[in-house]
């Protein structure tokens, strides 16, 4: 019995010491692993605890950042933001047959993510999110049958998602998002029953969404924003009613919404803006009241603002723009009580604005602008004590603006421009004493500019009261608004002059009082030089569109002495033309018979013949002579519906004649044009705005003469070896930023607005010093306040903004893209198509350098030069956008391009599309 008891004991003492030894030897296997890890660190700094220096430190189970089970194996690694840089191809994966959980996220991990991952086949959580890691995603990730979360988002991943991921049947959230994964989504993904999360958005990824992702009847969460996916959305989509989140924003999908997509009792936020759906408003969106945030902006959707939404109590953010939705505003809106931010721009809307919005307290921005609203704006608004942006512009609104609005002391925009506004401008907004940015113009305000706009300490960017019937003095107290950049208070009728006490406005970048009454001399300042006074006839001073103060005035006995001898002078000469016009009279009775014959064999020479801003006198027969009848040696080029000549008169002067084509008929071809370019022409006075001389209409023959621009078009530069060459960075640079101050000054500075709608290297003229001018405004616009403004397509493809493709309706943001393609075109050095067909996101610019897209006849830009290249491209990305919302207008253009250039951390040579795409301009 003894002996009985002491073989147990031995055996037990056995087994122990041989479970101690394995244990050991396990925990040694996996510490000399980690070890060799940590030595192919470049920063081992986070892991000075990894030693087997110590006797008792042999265990990597004391290691920071390591868990162990009861045996002494490894079970967890937990070495989030750390601070670990290097790669994991060291890391022996396979020496780890019992981890469950490995964490290496926010860290600087780069490289690829090896294949022996694959051997972790216990593992159930895997982050490594937020590294640098690149290349594709293992096939071999299939092999980790225990896999319940998966997040590898934020990295730089390449190539397709692996199949794979489908066998994966326990996995429960699944994070690709924000890399650069391409492809389809793979069906196989249909296959995990048990997602709850799924997120891919961020990424490359092409084709339709497959209906297989129906099949997923636990998913909550479903983004696939901020890809390239097309098509239309499955049916089967509809059946994923647990959804608490949707989101497709930002693809390319294009067909109806289902129907029953909102029949879900859970869905808060459902975002699928800057698509190409089309169709009807569901129905089903009228009673899903989880709703939060709902974004639908930037479609085509169509739908009765009166009938097709409901009450929703949890909503918080509502965007609904640029889509086509038509009817009124419902005063059930005031019923959502939570709403932060009501955003309708850029549809169809008509009606009035219900004064129910006034219930609605906590809302922050109120956007309703770019729509067909009529009636005044509701005194209620002033109730509104959280907005801080209010949005009105480009409705058909009367009536005065409201005094209640001076109660919005947390206002910091207010735009109300573009409407049909009178009466005077409260004093009132003087206590809105947050605004940033003051917009009224293009109205019929009246009165006197309020003294108390000068309280406006916070205004920053813009105060424009430009197109309305101020009168009387500019008030000093402007003076006070410090850090003012924009000052517009054009195409008034102001008068007085200008006040001193406007000279310490040190911040202003643009200033703009033409067209007024005003008098004197202006005040001191570069911003007052270089800005805009012409129509002011008692203005004078240091600036293109004045001429210079007299530095030694008249006195007045020397003042009478001048007008008595101008009375003798004028009494005789009166006289004299007094006899004259008698003398012509008879001799006009006279000839009556002759004349009448002679104007019939000179008919020609009698057309309609108009000039203006011409030093001199011209006649259609100066015309005809200069080009020998329009021979084809003095046609210097040919366009959609005229040809161009080379007009050199005898005085001396050069001009360029564009005479319309006529039909067999012998009626012009396109009388349309003509009178656009007219219209529009007369409304301009820039210097780089290409000047229209005159004109001559008549049924037989119409032409239009222009200054005459010795280098041609751009494109005749630019697609030229030799004037390529010649056309260096400095010059493109300026070209640039010319053509941006032009298309600022039409868009924001004329009254009605102008949009070119065929901006194009073809129609942009060089003098012979290289400076830009912008010509051709045969299919110009001039947008009107009361219209909708929708017309037929027209421009140059290759330039035409792509929404015009789908909704007839003219913005600048049409200009705006176009300038975009330009710009391209002018550092590229020929038409980018390839690359904004490959650019719908930030991400499809991941791998392309700037360089790659400099013209290669012209060295790389360098110094300060390349900088202003750099934002020259930043800004074109920014203006091709498919989304006329998003994109910068002009006005903005103008001023970023002059400020100055962005700084980049990395060296010029390395910088990537993708980084001047994420610019913040």
């Known amino acids: ?183 389809p989504i793979p069906k196989e993904i249909g296959n995990l029953k048990n997602m709850v999360e799924l997120h891919l958005s961020g990424n490359l990824l092409t084709g339709p969404i497959p ?81 939060i945030r709902v974004r639908l902006e930037g479609n085509q959707l169509t739908g009765n603002m009166s009938e097709d939404f409901g009450v929703y109590p949890n909503l918080t953010y509502i965007d609904l723009s640029y889509n086509r939705l038509f009817g009124e505003l419902s005063p059930s809106w005031a019923k959502s009580k939570n709403l932060t931010s009501l955003k309708f721009s850029g549809n169809l809307i008509t009606g009035k604005i219900p004064q129910e919005f006034g219930q609605l307290i906590q809302l922050r921005v109120l956007n309703l602008s770019l729509n067909c609203l009529v009636g005044e704006i509701p005194q209620e608004l002033g109730c509104l004590a959280s907005l801080f942006n209010m949005i009105l512009y480009g409705n058909q609104l009367s009536g005065r603006i409201p005094l209640e609005i001076g109660k919005l002391s947390n206002l910091e925009l207010l735009d109300l421009s573009a409407n049909n506004l009178i009466g005077s401008i409260p004093e009132q907004l003087g206590d809105c004493s947050k605004l940033h940015s003051l917009n009224l113009s293009r109205n019929h305000l009246n009165g006197s500019i309020p003294f108390q706009i000068g309280n406006l300490a916070e205004l920053q960017n813009t105060l424009d009261l430009s197109g309305n019937m101020l009168s009387g003095e500019i008030s000093p107290q402007l003076g006070n608004l410090h850090m003012l950049e924009i000052l517009n208070l054009s195409h008034n009728m102001l008068t007085g002059s200008i006040p001193s006490s406007l000279e310490v406005m040190l911040s202003l970048t643009s200033v703009d009082l033409s067209y007024n009454n005003l008098v004197g001399s202006l005040p001191n300042g570069n911003a007052f030089q270089k800005g805009t006074f012409v129509g002011n006839k008692g203005l004078c001073g240091k600036s293109q569109d004045l001429q210079p103060c007299n530095s030694s005035p008249i006195h007045s006995g020397e003042q009478k002495k001048i007008h008595k001898a101008i009375i003798l002078i004028i009494l005789p000469l009166l006289s004299a033309l007094f006899l004259l016009l008698l003398v012509f009279a008879i001799s006009s009775i006279y000839h009556r018979k002759t004349k009448i014959a002679k104007e019939e064999r000179n008919e020609m020479n009698r057309y309609p013949f108009l000039i203006w801003n011409w030093d001199g006198c011209i006649s259609y027969e100066d015309i005809i002579n200069a080009t020998e009848d329009f021979d084809e040696k003095h046609c210097i080029g040919e366009g959609g519906y005229g040809r161009v000549y080379k007009a050199a008169l005898q005085t001396g002067q050069v001009v360029a004649v564009k005479k319309l084509h006529k039909l067999e008929d012998g009626e012009q ?111 110009a616009r001039l947008l009107k306040p009361d219209s909708c403004n929708w017309t037929e397509l027209a421009g140059t493809f290759g330039y035409v903004a792509p929404e015009l493709g789908y909704t007839m309706r003219v913005t600048e943001k049409c200009d705006v893209y176009s300038f975009g393609v330009l710009a391209l075109e002018v550092i590229i050095g020929t038409h980018p198509g390839d690359i904004i067909s490959s650019l719908p996101s930030s991400k499809s610019g991941q791998n392309l350098q700037l360089k790659d897209l400099f013209d290669p006849r012209l060295p790389h830009p360098e110094d300060q030069v390349g900088n202003e290249v750099i934002l020259a491209v930043s800004v074109a990305l920014a203006c091709i956008n498919a989304n006329p919302q998003t994109r910068p207008t002009m006005e903005h253009i103008s001023r970023k391009i002059s400020a100055g250039t962005p700084h980049f951390l990395k060296p010029f040579h390395t910088v990537e599309l993708s980084q001047l795409m994420e610019f913040q301009l």
């Open 669 to 779: 071809i396109d009388q349309k044009s003509f009178i656009n370019e007219v219209q529009a022409l007369t409304e301009i006075r820039h210097r780089n705005i290409v000047k229209l001389y005159g004109f001559c209409s008549h049924r037989r023959c119409m032409f239009l003469v222009y200054e005459y621009m010795e280098r041609g078009n751009l494109a005749n530069i630019l697609y030229n070896e030799e004037g390529a060459r010649e056309l260096n960075w400095v010059k493109r640079v300026n070209i640039i930023k010319t053509v941006a101050h032009s298309l600022s000054y039409m868009h924001h500075d004329c009254v009605p607005p102008i949009v070119h709608r065929d901006i194009s290297s073809n129609n942009v003229l060089l003098d012979s010093e290289f400076e830009p001018h912008v010509s051709d405004f045969g299919t």
């Open 211 to 291: 209906p297989s992702l129906g099949d997923l009847k636990n998913l909550t969460s479903l983004q696939l924003c901020q890809n390239h996916l097309l098509g239309s959305l499955p049916q089967e989509i509809q059946s994923l009613t647990n959804l608490v989140i949707l989101d497709l924003a930002e693809n390319h999908l294009s067909g109806y919404l289902p129907q029953q997509i909102f029949e879900g009792k859970f869905l808060k936020k459902f975002v699928i803006f800057n698509n190409q759906l089309t169709g009807p408003i569901p129905k089903s969106l009228r009673n899903c009241t989880s709703l």
């Open 1 to 183: 019995m003894a002996l009985e008891k002491s073989h147990s004991l031995f055996t037990l003492l056995f087994c122990l010491v041989m479970l101690s030894f394995t244990s050991t030897t396990a925990n040694s296997g996996e510490a000399e692993a980690l070890l060799l890890w940590k030595a192919s660190l470049l920063n081992q700094a986070p892991l000075n605890s990894w030693s087997l220096n110590k006797a008792t430190n042999k265990s990597p189970c004391n290691w920071t950042g390591v868990a162990c089970n009861y045996e002494g194996s490894v079970t967890e690694i937990n070495l989030t933001n750390v601070g670990l840089q290097g790669k994991l191809d060291n890391f022996k994966f396979s020496y780890f047959p019992s981890l469950t959980n490995l964490d290496l996220s926010n860290n600087a991990l780069f490289g690829t993510i090896p294949s022996t991952l694959g051997n972790l086949t216990n593992l159930a959580t895997l982050y490594l999110h937020h590294n640098i890691l690149s290349g594709p995603i293992p096939k071999e990730i299939g092999d980790l049958k225990n896999m319940v979360q998966l997040d590898m988002s934020s990295n730089i991943l390449t190539d397709s998602i692996p199949s794979t991921l489908g066998d994966l049947n326990k996995l429960v959230l699944l994070y690709l998002f924000n890399n650069s994964l391409s492809g």
